[in-house]
T-cell receptor, first 115, second 113 residues
Framework: KAGVTQTPRYLIKTRGQQVTLSCSPI?????VSWYQQTPGQGLQFLFE???????NKGNFPGRFSGRQFSNSRSEMNVSTLELGDSALYLC??????????????FGPGTRLTVT | GESVGLHLPTLSVQEGDNSIINCAYS??????FIWYKQESGKGPQFIID?????DKRQGQRVTVLLNKTVKHLSLQIAATQPGDSAVYFC????????????FGRGTSLIVHP
């Protein structure tokens, strides 16, 4: 099976712009989660989508949003970018949610740099 | 407050030695713990997990120990190899809560040949 894929791998944006990141989960996986990884804060959970519905949400401002399509592919959007949004954005897919196993499969991430 | 943290940010070992990476957690309601490995340029990769009703679990060259009394988790890697060089994260999940785990900060393991 192909792993989780994320596009683009690298992105440079200017403060105030918006950005859309894409994630394709492992075939058959219905849950997609997004994380932000920075040296200072570590891995922080953004949100999780299951069957096109947001099931869980982390503690991030409304500038961060996401969605999931019927084929389980997911996108996340960040509007009005700030310098502090520079980070590695990781997507993880899982075959199910609400019960074990809780193993998540991560993609390689999108490295976003805001200048 | 609730937190998952690591005692040492960097651990350097010689090839062939055994490595022990430690993790402290503060939420006694956590019932499931996971160790992830993240190599440079890649996303985290699942290594091993353990439920709170166990105190030890073994995998291939790895062992996870859970001490609920002191809320401590450790990952032991036997015969460490250069390919084990990576950042290791522990993560916890709370009983009855969302299945989304909370990650610790990570420990960088450096294996010297």
């Amino acid at each position: 099976k192909a792993g989780v894929t994320q596009t683009p791998r690298y992105l440079i944006k200017t403060r105030g712009q918006q950005v859309t990141l894409s994630c394709s989960p492992i075939s058959g996986h219905r849950s997609v989660s997004w994380y932000q990884q920075t040296p200072g804060q570590g891995l922080q959970f953004l949100f999780e989508y299951f069957s096109e519905t947001q099931r869980n949400k982390g503690n991030f401002p409304g500038r961060f949003s996401g969605r999931q399509f019927s084929n389980s592919r997911s996108e996340m959007n960040v509007s009005t970018l700030e310098l502090g949004d520079s980070a590695l954005y990781l997507c993880a897919s899982s075959p199910q949610t609400g019960k074990g196993p809780y193993e998540q499969y991560f993609g390689p991430g999108t490295r976003l740099t805001v200048t | 407050g609730e937190s998952v943290g690591l005692h040492l940010p960097t651990l350097s070992v010689q090839e062939g030695d055994n490595s022990i990476i430690n993790c402290a957690y503060s939420n006694s309601a956590s019932d499931y713990f996971i160790w992830y490995k993240q190599e440079s340029g890649k996303g985290p990769q699942f290594i091993i997990d353990i439920r709170s009703n166990m105190d030890k679990r073994q995998g291939q060259r790895v062992t996870v120990l859970l001490n609920k009394t002191v809320k401590h988790l450790s990952l032991q890697i036997a015969a460490t190899q250069p390919g084990d060089s990576a950042v290791y994260f522990c993560a916890e999940k709370k009983t009855g809560g969302s299945y989304i785990p909370t990650f610790g900060r990570g420990t960088s393991l450096i294996v010297h040949p």
